[in-house]
């Protein structure tokens, strides 16, 4: 899997689900086959069960025993072409899509998404350095409603010019919660910080230097010289064309999922092994049962 790929080499490799298997173990055990329960190598395949038999302590396994793979009557090749149409598009796939192109439910569809995306995820992201722009937007509900104010979601962006994308749904868009924000994704040897002149900045931005903070006035000009907040911007407008146009209607408990996802996509834009990387994590991932996906939660914030 170490090539670039595209939909042909996807089906051409992954098209079955013994292709997909073959893919799992290689990618799980790329030294050779160990067993989960002793760490032996000394394996003996029963291949007519797709299984593993552990010459040391007898444990019989298959190649996706303790994955999120496992158990589930998915047949692998979805499971791998899904994966690929969520690398590949830029502002995400709706699950009504997923489940007319694999010939699912919409439920079975929908877990399926929640799964893959709740894999695409940064593991430690670093803070960010160098010229930094930060922005909020306001994201759901709807206009007409007079409560609309409360639905909708402040989700602060921060993006460092010519490198990562930080996405964070906030409780509010208060200086203090955008402060602890900008302390848990940037860096403290950052250059500089450029912001809109939302009254919030300086207030979250005391720590730094003034000089370091330079503010453009949205309502005159959108970019003075190199002092702008288009970056950040560009990429609001692609979440917002992803919830608009992709996920329809994205609640406010999936929304951070929404937004690591869109994260994850970005940030690994120049990656060639992007569906690779995504299909490891999702071999070490723990499964997300359906129940907790859809079971309420009482803090909103
Ligand atoms: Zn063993």
């Known amino acids: 899997m170490k090539e670039q790929m595209d939909l042909c080499k996807l089906i051409e490799k992954y098209g079955d689900d013994n292709k997909c298997r073959a893919a799992i173990e290689h990618l799980r055990w790329p030294d050779g086959v160990r067993c989960p329960a002793c760490q032996s190598e000394k394996i003996s395949r029963i291949a007519a069960r797709n299984q593993f038999d552990c010459d040391s302590c007898r444990y019989q396994f298959s190649a996706t025993a303790g994955t999120i793979f496992h158990d589930t009557h998915l047949p692998l090749h979805k499971w791998f072409l899904a994966t690929y149409l969520m690398c590949e598009s ?10 007319r192109m694999l010939k699912t439910t ?6 399926l998404c929640h799964r893959i995306r ?6 430690a992201p670093e803070k960010l350095n160098g010229t930094v722009e930060i922005d909020e937007t306001y994201v759901g509900g709807k206009k007409r409603r007079w409560r609309a ?12 010019r010519n490198g990562e994308l930080r996405l964070v749904r906030a ?4 200086a203090a919660t955008v402060r602890e924000i900008i302390a848990a994704h940037v860096g403290e040897d950052v250059e500089v910080i450029m912001t809109d002149e939302s009254a919030i900045y300086p207030w979250a931005l ?3 230097p003034k000089e370091k903070h330079k503010t453009i006035n949205h309502t005159r000009e959108y970019a003075h010289g190199d002092i702008h907040t288009n970056t950040i911007e560009s990429a609001f407008s692609l979440l917002k064309r992803g919830i608009v146009g992709t996920w329809h209607k994205v609640s406010s408990k999936h929304l951070p999922a929404y937004l690591d996802e869109m994260c994850f996509r970005f940030n690994n834009r120049k990656n060639p092994y992007l569906f690779r990387d995504t299909i490891l994590k999702l071999i070490a991932s723990p499964n997300l049962e359906y129940k907790n996906l859809t079971a309420k939660v009482q803090d909103a914030a």
Request: charge should be positive.
């Open 90 to 99: 830029k502002k995400g796939v709706p699950a009504l899509q997923i489940q």
């Open 149 to 160: 104010r409360c639905e909708r979601a402040v989700v602060i962006g921060i993006r460092k």
């Open 118 to 123: 709740a894999a695409m995820l940064e593991t």
């Open 106 to 111: 919409y439920r079975t569809a929908w877990h």
């Open 206 to 208: 005391t720590k730094l």
């Open 171 to 174: 409780k509010d868009a208060t």
